[in-house]
């Protein structure tokens, strides 16, 4: 198995796709710090933690990561030599699996340090109650757990959609159209969504009164990332390899 995992990840190092989306983490990173910190003037600890969110806020680019990488095989044709190396499609699935979560999260790393080093100088100036070290190791935390799940709940959605741009048409209709449609038909259910259940995955837990629950939240994040991975896995594995 842990043959596979490093075949994967010697793919992701030869290919741009990787490194594409993340320098655009980063750089949105970047932004999103500077833009909540400095633009949002944050003076109350939610607010600050909500400047700081950035594996819940900037989990989108690694989820749509995880479903370019894995919807690539199929759209290169580049499954077909790997199946001959391993023709079980469950231990072959779960190593690409491992190997995408492994590179979001050292993406996420990065994220994190970037976001930290640029917003916690900022945050120091603001008026208002100060991030302790449990908040950051919190966000740090949170963040690392938000990038790992939604890079897995992608990389399972490519498995299952294999086409690239359905996939991914599908997955922003959903989050950025579906999902704010949701709270008109039910605010309980939007809440445990893939967008809200990152970002209170990301920032540790809420600390307002009607925030959704840090566990609840990540097992929602858990449940959405479970469901894809075990379809993505279970029609994979009667597919034909083209």
């Known amino acids: 198995m842990s043959r596979l995992v490093r075949g994967e990840l010697i793919k992701m190092r030869t290919t741009r796709t990787a490194l594409g989306f993340g320098i655009a983490s980063v750089l949105l990173v970047v932004a999103f710090v500077l833009l909540t910190t400095l633009a949002g003037d944050p003076d109350t600890l939610n607010d600050k933690r909500d400047a700081l969110n950035v ?11 995880g479903i370019v ?12 030599p790997a199946v001959l190396i391993a023709p079980d499609r469950v231990r072959l699935g779960l190593a690409r699996l491992a190997a995408y979560v492994f590179t979001a999260l050292a993406v996420g790393v990065i994220m994190l340090a970037a976001g930290l080093a640029i917003g916690v100088p900022i945050l120091a100036g603001q008026p208002g109650p100060e991030l302790g070290g449990q908040e950051y190791l919190q966000m740090i935390g949170g963040g690392l757990l938000a990038v790992g799940l ?3 709940l992608g990389t399972g959605i490519g498995v299952l959609v294999r086409n690239q741009v359905a996939a991914v048409v599908g ?3 959903w989050i950025f159209i579906v999902e704010p449609l949701i709270p008109l038909a039910s605010e309980d259910v ?4 893939i967008l809200n259940s990152a970002g209170s995955v ?3 837990g809420g600390v307002a009164d009607d925030a959704v629950p840090f566990a609840a939240s990540l097992a929602a994040l858990v ?6 991975v075990t379809l993505g896995l279970l029609v994979d594995r009667r597919r034909d390899v083209e």
């Open 223 to 228: 449940g959405w990332a479970l469901v894809f």
């Open 150 to 152: 939604v890079a897995a």
């Open 190 to 193: 939007a809440r445990y969504g």
């Open 202 to 204: 990301g920032i540790g």
């Open 55 to 65: 594996g819940g806020a900037l989990s989108i680019p690694l989820l749509i990561f």
């Open 171 to 173: 997955v922003l209709v």
């Open 69 to 80: 990488g894995a919807t690539g095989e199929f759209r290169h044709r580049t499954l077909a």
